[in-house]
């Protein structure tokens, strides 16, 4: 089993950034992808970003350029780097897990997945 923990969501107006954290707990392989995904209502599931623990990076074409993801393997931790934001950002945003490789491509499924934690774009 693997834990996952979201942090950093909240409220900010467009233009603005925030930082998502996951830490992840448990039953860690040493070859791991974490990634994000996102949820608005009435809208499909959408994959922003994964990363492999030897930091190959993939993004959704909504967030290139103006999304980072990056992972820190001492910690177990993954982010998410978010600037420019727009209101079409607004979403649940989910932190997600998978040993090996097999979630780095985008719309993949994980093998686990955390809470979410909410980000709203907003003036």
């Known amino acids: 089993q693997v834990q996952l923990v979201e942090s950093g969501g909240g409220l900010v107006q467009p233009g603005g950034s925030l930082r998502l954290s996951c830490a992840a707990s448990g039953s860690i392989t040493s070859i791991n992808t974490m990634g994000w995904y996102r949820q608005a209502p009435g809208k499909q599931r959408e994959t922003v970003a994964t990363?492999?623990?030897?930091?190959?990076?993939n993004y959704a074409d909504s967030v290139k350029g103006r999304f980072t993801i990056s992972r820190d393997n001492a910690r177990n931790t993954v982010y998410l780097q978010m600037n420019s934001l727009k209101p079409g950002d607004t979403a649940v945003y989910y932190c997600?897990?998978?040993?090996?490789?097999?979630?780095?491509?985008?719309?993949?499924?994980?093998?686990?997945w955390g809470q979410g934690t909410q980000v709203t774009v907003s003036s």
């Open positions: 997600g897990y998978c040993s090996g490789y097999g979630c780095y491509a985008l719309n993949s499924d994980y093998d686990y």
């Open positions: 990363i492999t623990k030897s930091r190959m990076t």
